[in-house]
């Protein structure tokens, strides 16, 4: 077998369905698998995965096994030559597995492979490029100097700010949100560090697919990522869970390093979770308060793109809601630029949902990545199960 795709889920059942519809059509072709490890979800993801998606492998936990550990049953599960990281809160074009596919087969020397993910308003997300937390780089990270001097080659090197978006380049670090690799290379530098239960664990693996003498790459070839689905950042929990990944990944490849450099790193990313806790417990009182940008103080506005029978099936969906809505009929032959030459509402915010049988997963990421605007975040509609899907909520 070519490749194996591999998904952990945790109460995102919808998510999940449209992450597999994507998959779908992004396999078309492809001799590849699909492994879903659910964590125990109380949401009925497993019945779901079960009745509508029978092509899928599904390995129902009955405990939250943590992101590695999940990540490890399956990949031992499997036998392909590739092996493909993705998280559930993920949408893929279409041409995205044959172009990741194609540029390994090119590159003998790649272990792994990221892509370019976007945010739901279109822009770049930065994790699609990291390079190694040094003690050095962990510190400007941590001490803000990454953010203040992102494009500098020495303190922005965390997001790796300085290279190009639209041509491949070799990286440091895969995101695990989507982490395609070779299982030449996991086989000789070993799988997914359960010492982690979530986050980090792409950081290790990178790090030792490079010391094992392989090379990661960054491919432009564009996915979503809606960044927060599948886990909450809003939380203490996350808060938590994600600095103390960055402790381990610290104790467990720079025990060496000395105290000049180990205390500063220790003492940055301590102090960087205290304010991230501070940041969080301002931001709750003021919207108890009633503090609100703008564009959340208002409701937000709908505009639906699509054919007019599946427009027919989203008015009645709004009407039913309660919408603000816009309704436009067309698709990508008819309005190849979508909504980029609409005029839409300034004061709030705005989801354009496209119907995605009239519109392709690759070109509602064209469109979005052409022209991000931070108030304008994409949806879609997803005919068959009549449902609207956005980076804040699910409408059915």
Known sequence: MKLSVVIVSYNVKHYVAQCLLSLRRALQGIDAEVIVVDN???????DMLREQYPEVQVVASNHNLGFARA???????????YVLLLNPDTVLAEETIAECLQFMEEHPRAGGLGVRMLMADGNDAKESRRGLPTPAVAFYKMSGLCAR????????????????WDEPAQIEVISGAFCFMRRAALNEVGLLDEDFFMYGEDIDLSYRLLKGGYENWYLPSRILHYKGESTQKSSFRY??????????????????????????????????????????????????????????SQPAF???????????MCRKLAAAKGLDAQFVEGNE???????LNMSLPGERDVYVVYDIEAYRFHSIFR???????????MGTFLPEEQMIITTEEVIR
């Open 367 to 377: 469109i979005f990545s052409s022209r991000p605007v931070e108030w304008v975040a």
């Open 239 to 296: 808060v938590h869970v994600f600095y103390d990944a960055m402790l381990i990944f610290f104790r467990k490849h720079y025990a060496h390093a000395s105290l000049f450099f180990s205390i500063p790193v220790k003492a940055a990313i301590y102090g960087r979770a205290f304010l991230e806790l501070c940041r969080m417990q301002f931001n709750r009182a003021r919207r108890s308060m009633g503090f609100v940008s703008k564009h959340a």
């Open 149 to 164: 001097f992102p494009q500098s080659r020495r303190f922005g090197h965390y997001y790796m700010g300085y290279l190009p």
């Open 302 to 312: 709908y505009v639906f793109i699509g054919t007019a029978e599946h427009l027919e």
């Open 71 to 81: 990540n490890n049953i399956a990949i031992g599960q499997s036998d392909s030559e």
């Open 40 to 46: 125990h979800s109380h949401d009925g993801t497993v």
């Open 333 to 339: 032959e008819q309005l190849p630029d979508g909504h």
